[in-house]
Structure formats: C-alpha cells, structure tokens
C-alpha cells in the first residue's frame, strides 16, 4: 500500500509539474481614466517546453456604456461572440514566454463612457507532448476606483 501511494504521489507530483500553464493577467491602465490604455499579458509559465499554435479569443459578456456613476453590472450578462485578431494567433509561446494584448482591442466603446465591462480571454494551445489543442478560459470585470480610474480583476468563470 506504502509503495502505490509513493508511486501515485510521484505520478501526481510530475503532473502537476509538467501540465501546461498559460495565464492571462491584466496590467494597470497607465492612463487612469481610460481602461483601454492597459494590456493583458498572456504568458507560459511552464518551464520546461513551449506552447504552439496559440491563439486568443475573446468575448465581452456585458458592458455598461453612458454617462454618470452608475458603476452595478447589469443585471443579465451572456457570453457574445468570440472576436480575435491576427496578430494574437499562431504563436509559439516558449517556457516563460509571454505577450500583450491591447484591451481595446476587445472592447470596442468609447474610454470615458465606460462605466462596467465583464469579458472573458480564451487561450487556445498546444502543448509539446500533446497532439492536440487544449484550452483556458479567464474572466475578468471592471471596478472603479477611489481615484477615478478603472482597473480589471480576475471573475470566477460560471
């Protein structure tokens, strides 16, 4: 019994090491007003191979679009339809590696009107060893700060 559960503590310990792990992260708007002026980091943080073919899709569930201070979400909010750009696809990702994409690439209102936005960033990958593609999906929505200014945080996914 001692012996499986060795065996099966390193099996599990070697999983766990070697699954692949894209993350997502959002960066602060340097402009504070303007969410848009922020990126999203998408990076490898598997250290031992690359991730190939990767490509991003994302998907606004709600916004919140007008004047005034009305910062609650909607209270209804449904997954769109994906959008993606060229230039976010077809990457190679090796250990460690990461690259930005622009929020306003995502979104598509004016800055100052934004008022709430819940979106999800899907990474679509394929591991070294894996012969096929594999996916992540985060979620993220806007809250607005003391300050003003509107920052990203991390949304459980329904």
């Not at 959002?26 to 073919?53: C, H, M, R, W």
């Not at 090796?94 to 819940?118: M, Q």
């Not at 999906?137 to 003391?146: A, L, N």
């Not at 300050?147 to 949304?155: A, C, F, Q, S, V």
Request: glycine share 6%.
């Amino acid at each position: 019994m001692t012996v499986f559960a060795a065996i099966f503590g390193v099996f599990t310990g070697a999983v766990s090491t070697l699954w692949p792990r894209p993350t997502i992260e959002p960066t602060n708007a340097p402009e504070a007003s303007n969410p848009f002026s922020g990126i999203f980091k998408v990076a490898n943080n598997t250290q031992l191979y690359p991730l190939d073919d990767v490509r991003i899709e994302a998907y606004l569930w709600c916004a919140k679009i007008g004047r005034g201070t009305d910062t609650t979400p909607p209270t209804m909010c449904e997954r769109g339809m994906a959008s993606s750009k060229q230039q976010w696809n077809k990457r190679t990702l090796a250990a460690d590696d990461s690259y930005e994409i622009d929020v306003g690439d995502v979104l598509f209102a004016t800055p100052s009107a934004l008022l709430y936005a819940d979106i999800s960033i899907k990474v679509i990958y394929t591991p070294w060893v894996v012969p096929y593609h594999l996916d992540k999906e985060f979620r993220f929505y806007t809250r607005r700060k003391d300050d003003g200014g509107i920052e990203w945080l991390h949304k459980p996914i329904d």
